[in-house]
């Protein structure tokens, strides 16, 4: 079956850490590559997407992700992280099954000043 | 533009109870779908519409019905609303369901509790 694992469920960290989550998925073929962000009390907003071409991808506010192919997997990265960074992070696959999009559980961050 | 809009908020219902949520989208979007957050289980799909008049199952589609009379409206509804309906519910749309085309766009969710 399709799946989307993310390994923390909720990373704390203090301002200026670095900052990596995990996602993976289940063997598909091919498949669009998605990380949102819910800022506490707000609904999900995109901060980047991996559709083809360069691995690396830049989203907002500095974030960034790798779509490591034969690893399954599209880790979300920021070098340094801010308080307002604090939020729950969903990583989604697409299936190429008609836009559907399957969810990680999700990764609550917490950023302490 | 407002976007994807969600009526209402909150609500709060009894065991048994009915109950329609709506969502609306001013994109000019082909897709639309309903999903219900819960903790530690990310969103899950309940229902989605490919366009206008369709509509199809999603991962937990049990207890729920919808419609899409409109292109910018899909209709969610509880016939006998239960506790373990009790979650977040997200709306999202999308141009369509290929490839560079399907970002979804949500929401800012309907919280339901089910007493």
């Known amino acids: 079956a399709q799946s989307v694992s993310q390994h923390n469920h909720h990373v704390i960290l203090s301002e200026a850490a670095s900052l990596e989550l995990g996602c993976n998925y289940s063997?598909?073929?091919?498949?669009?590559l998605f990380w949102y962000v819910q800022y506490p009390g707000q609904h999900l907003q995109l901060l980047l997407k991996y559709f083809s071409g360069d691995p690396l991808v830049k989203g907002i506010k500095g974030f960034e992700a790798e779509f490591i192919k034969s690893k399954f997997s599209f880790n979300l990265r920021k070098p340094s992280v801010q308080w307002s960074d604090t939020a729950e992070y969903f990583c989604a696959v697409n299936y190429n099954q008609g836009g559907k999009l399957i969810f990680g559980q999700g990764t609550e961050l917490s950023v302490k000043p | 533009n407002a976007g994807v809009t969600q009526t209402p908020k909150f609500r709060v219902l009894k065991t048994g109870q009915s109950m329609t949520l709506l969502c609306a989208q001013d994109?000019?979007?082909?897709?639309m779908y309903w999903y219900r957050q819960d903790p530690g289980m990310g969103l899950r799909l309940i229902h989605y519409s490919v366009g206008e008049g369709t509509t199809a199952k999603g991962e937990v589609p049990d207890g729920y019905n919808v419609s899409r009379l409109k292109k910018q409206n899909f209709l969610l509804g509880l016939e006998s609303a239960a506790p373990s309906q009790t979650s977040v519910y997200f709306c999202?749309?999308?141009?369509?369901?290929?490839?560079?085309?399907?970002?979804?766009?949500f929401g800012p969710g309907t919280r339901l509790t089910v007493l």
């Open positions: 999202a749309s999308s141009y369509s369901g290929l490839s560079s085309y399907n970002e979804q766009f």
């Open positions: 994109m000019n979007h082909e897709y």
């Open positions: 063997y598909g073929g091919t498949v669009n």
